[in-house]
């Protein structure tokens, strides 16, 4: 089973920029790869997608416009561009792969992934 490392979070304020990336072991196979976001009190939430055989993607309707997920195969790793950021963007956000062999709930349903980094904060100031 492989690893997942998130790296990018930061402090900045509304309107501002930021990239996350994943860092995934080359053991790490997966349907697709997602990134989740879980502030304080809420439910982890799906961001973004990306499958792994075509590159398409998904998107949480909250984030559509704004961030775009994409992976560079040479590096193992998964990017998550993050633009006109709110202060409700305001989260940790999670790398997450889903090994072979689970069950399917959706691209961006956290039952359906079985690999979880440790997540990056990121913080949006108004």
């Known amino acids: 089973e492989g690893q997942l490392v998130e790296s990018g979070g930061g402090s900045v304020q509304a309107g501002g920029s930021l990239r996350l990336s994943c860092s995934a072991s080359?053991?790490?196979?997966?349907?697709?790869f997602s990134w989740f976001r879980q502030a304080p009190g809420k439910e982890r939430e799906g961001v973004a997608a990306?499958?792994?055989?075509?590159?398409?993607?998904v998107y949480a309707d909250s984030v559509k416009g704004r961030f775009t997920i994409s992976r560079d195969n040479t590096k193992n790793t998964v990017y998550l561009q993050m633009n006109s950021l709110k202060p409700e963007d305001t989260a940790v956000y999670y790398c997450?792969?889903?090994?072979?062999?689970?069950?399917?709930?959706?691209?961006?349903?956290?039952?359906?992934?079985?690999?979880w980094g440790r997540g990056t904060q990121v913080t949006v100031s108004s």
């Open positions: 997450a792969a889903d090994a072979p062999g689970g069950t399917w709930y959706g691209p961006l349903s956290p039952r359906t992934y079985n690999i």
């Open positions: 990306i499958y792994t055989g075509d590159s398409s993607t």
């Open positions: 080359r053991d790490t196979y997966s349907r697709q």
